[in-house]
């Protein structure tokens, strides 16, 4: 509540929030665990939480407990859309944008933001289109950004998809091992 409060009180036109998921382990077998996913720590049971963060303040907004053995995209769907309300509730004049990584990219979530009228920004998985990845991989001029950094732009849209979208593709140099 606090952080709605204040987010309200410093009247910005603009709330960015970022998604992402956390794996917190345990040595003991705690209600709602489960051995899952784990680089760091192979069999461990864990929770595996999802953040909604406060880009421009830091603060966690709120979070979703799961238990470890759970794919990203569960229950986020619905989490995100619980977020954008309680923000838009308490902050109905700012724009609202929304940051996530692959693991969340579906076609549900895409589409609940564009109804809601949220911005986003979500990374896209190449697996799932390889006509998008051809493009890149073909791809001649690129315009450079930073030290090892370029990117181009294009309007693009899977065949299924009602709409086309801006993507940014970024590419890093990665120095040869």
Known sequence: AQVLERLQASGVTRITLDFDGSVLSTTRRAEGTAVGFNKAKKGRRSYYLLFCTVAQTGQVLDLLHRPGNVHDSRGARQFILECVDLVRQHCPGAILEVRMDSAFFSDTIVDAL??????FTISVPFQRFPLLKEQVESRKRWKRCGK???FFELDWKPKKWSRRYRFFVIRKEVPEQ
Do not use: N, Q, T
């Open 148 to 150: 090892g950094l370029s």
């Open 114 to 119: 564009e109804a809601k009228g949220v911005e």
